[in-house]
Nanobody, 120 residues
Framework: QVQLVESGGGLVQPGGSTPLSCEAS????????MGWYRQAPGNEREYERE???????????NYGDSVKGRFTITRENSKNMAFLQMNNLKPEDTAVYYC??????????WGQGTQVTVSS
């Protein structure tokens, strides 16, 4: 079993910045990827989650088109942690952000989600 604990989020003004973090524990089969997906208000189904950013154990990263140049994902592999620095936030970034870990067995493990609201 893999557990993911997310931290960060909250209310941020447009143009502001805020970090998210995700710590994984349990039976992690590596190498693995870690990243974030988000679910905007009104999108209730898991398949409607949008890719934000993902990082692999080899250092490769991938970003959703809407966040490229504004968000940065990093990992601290020794602690099974991932971080998402979100800059120049826009109201359309408002969503619940979910941490995702995909192990070597291709099983997906989701965090509980953390709310990010961008509003003045």
């Amino acid at each position: 079993q893999v557990q993911l604990v997310e931290s960060g989020g909250g209310l941020v003004q447009p143009g502001g910045s805020t970090p998210l973090s995700c710590e994984a524990s349990g039976n992690i089969l590596g190498p693995y990827s870690m990243g974030w997906y988000r679910q905007a208000p009104g999108n209730e189904r898991e398949y409607e989650r949008e890719l934000v950013a993902v990082a692999w154990s080899n250092g490769r990263t991938n970003y959703g088109d809407s966040v490229k140049g504004r968000f940065t994902i990093t990992r601290e592999n020794s602690k099974n942690m991932a971080f998402l620095q979100m800059n120049n936030l826009k109201p359309e970034d408002t969503a619940v952000y979910y941490c995702l870990l995909t192990g070597q067995d291709d099983r997906d493990h989701w965090g509980q989600g953390t709310q990010v609201t961008v509003s003045s």
